[in-house]
């Protein structure tokens, strides 16, 4: 007995649904960074397992039962979607969308561009000549007999 009912053992299949809403926009931005960071299938895969139980849980308690989505029609002949279609959206763009798609774009995003940025300004002589008129000699370090002048003696 739990809940104090017998038979509400169900109410356990919605716990990784709740605890989704606070950590799984946490894990998802996780996942994405990973997947920026890490080429290959094994980060890819963890993204789509990782959320699929809370997603496809939340997803069955939406749908179903199948007679919320049954058309009516109005006094005039027309038909309307059925009322139950705007929570459905709501559910899609909130939940699935929000919480679980949108941190993942966003982790895999902003590395992406980190890494990228970084990688352009490390680049070495990027947006200079490649040869100097003086040839490579200009580009040497002075030697310690030199000074930082350059020139013999030091000074």
Known sequence: MMFGYSDEWWVLLLYPVVLWVPFGPFAMLWLGVWCARAPGWRPRLWSVLIPLIPVLTSAVFMTFPLSRWEWTLRADGAKEPPEHWDDFLGYLLVYIGGITVLPWLLGYGVTRLLRFVRARRVRPGEGEPRTTPEGDA???????????????GGG
Request: hydrophobic content about 20%; cysteine-free; aromatic content about 0%.
């Open 138 to 152: 200009a580009r040497t370090p002075p030697t310690p007999a030199e000074g930082p002048s350059g020139g013999a």
